[in-house]
């Protein structure tokens, strides 16, 4: 006998996973606003008192941004951000710093310090959280793309950012993307790992390319043949500043990119908006880095290269805001670094600034550079 037909009910759709933001700082009227800002937007949000009480709810849940209000990096007692971040992972999520207008320069110093990789400013704008959560899905589509798209270069033998004279950080401080090796066979070791080929190879005198192709590293030589090269002298004193233009050259890219050679460590937020004829959305960052030429600004949804920007950029230290225009040089949207090492944001270079503001910008340059 055959039994009935039964209807068989369909198996559920796996449950869409929402971004998890966690939010950092005691409870007071601006994290009220950030709870607003968040309400309208797809995702769970949460928020503990400190960053100790960070250190244990990310054990439990990873978040997919991490939100910390500035007054957290200056309480001076507990686990800081340094703490944290390990225990976020290498490739972890991103952690922005909330700002306000009264925040001081040493508590954006300090988030400078301990790895912040963005800044928001108060009032907090959905669409500037709109903004960062749509980065975590994916780059947009200009990215690492055209003439001006960061390059890829393998420093071989130069053990981080300050080795060489700090040639690494200007490196970076110009867009580019750096893989580090303390050994040459250490830096072919990390092309295999990365598996992209590099646009340069950077190494010492005593070492040769040949030397990098010769080793056991069997599967990096199709990634490094044709690579050129530049070596680096170190029984001189590196100057990096003598050696930027070159390596420019050897890229491609224009010489004088931002002249980072002449730029101070000087945080301050920034707020950014692309010039167009139609109105544009204005969006915040913090600069880590300033010259009289131009910026760097930290943030995880840059601009397009070669767009045309309006700059607010206000000065901490004298209470002063400075409106000006820029072009973006260059731009490292928000994506896994993945052993790569870069900065997120994007290089401005200074429009049309008169001269009183230039002058003001160079006597304050000047100013933070002093010992």
């Known amino acids: 006998m055959m039994s009935a037909p039964r209807h068989v009910r369909?198996?559920?759709?796996?449950?869409?996973?929402?971004?998890?933001?966690?939010?950092?700082?005691?409870?007071?009227?601006s994290w009220l606003a950030l709870s607003r800002a968040l309400r309208p937007l797809r995702c769970e949000a949460s928020q503990v008192p400190s960053l100790e009480a960070a250190f244990l709810e990310v054990r439990h849940a990873r978040p997919s941004l991490v939100l910390v209000h500035w007054r957290e990096l200056v309480a001076g007692a507990g686990l800081g951000l340094r703490a944290l971040k390990p225990r976020l992972g290498v490739d972890g999520p991103p952690v922005l710093l909330v700002a306000e207008p009264e925040t001081p320069a040493d508590a954006l110093e300090a988030g400078d310090a301990e790895g912040v990789e963005d800044c928001l400013q108060m009032p907090l704008r959905t669409h500037e959280l709109r903004a960062r959560l749509a980065a975590l899905e994916g780059p947009p589509p200009w990215a690492r793309t055209g003439r001006d798209a960061p390059r890829l270069l393998l420093l071989a033998g130069a053990c981080g950012p300050l080795a060489w004279g700090g040639l690494g950080a200007l490196l970076e401080a110009c867009g580019h993307r750096i893989l580090y090796g303390t050994t040459v066979g250490g830096g072919a070791a990390r092309v295999v790992e990365q598996g992209e080929r590099p646009d340069l190879v950077l190494l010492s005198r005593e070492q040769s390319l040949g030397t990098l192709r010769g080793l056991s590293f069997l599967r990096a030589q199709p990634l490094l043949d044709g690579v050129p090269s530049l070596t680096v002298d170190l029984e001189a004193p590196v100057r990096p500043a003598t050696l930027l233009p070159r390596i420019h050259a050897m890229l491609g890219r224009e010489a004088a990119s931002l002249r980072v050679e002449e730029r101070v460590r000087f945080c301050c937020p920034v707020a950014f908006a692309e010039v167009g004829p139609r109105g544009t959305e204005w969006r915040s960052g913090m600069s880590s880095a300033l010259s009289p030429g131009?910026?760097?600004?930290r943030t995880l949804v840059p601009v397009k290269?070669?767009?045309?920007?309006?700059?607010?950029?206000?000065?901490?230290?004298?209470?002063?805001?400075?409106?000006?225009?820029g072009v973006v040089a260059?731009?490292?949207?928000?994506?896994?670094?993945?052993?790569?090492?870069h900065p997120y944001g994007m290089g401005v270079r200074f429009l049309g600034m008169g001269p009183p503001r230039l002058m003001r910008l160079r006597q304050l340059c000047q100013a933070e550079a002093r010992p």
Do not use: D, K
């Open 330 to 341: 260059w731009a490292h949207p928000f994506a896994p670094r993945q052993g790569v090492s």
């Open 294 to 297: 131009g910026l760097f600004i």
């Open 10 to 29: 369909p198996s559920p759709a796996p449950a869409e996973s929402l971004p998890r933001v966690l939010c950092v700082g005691a409870t007071r009227e």
């Open 305 to 325: 290269a070669g767009t045309a920007v309006g700059l607010h950029i206000l000065l901490p230290t004298l209470g002063e805001r400075l409106e000006t225009h």
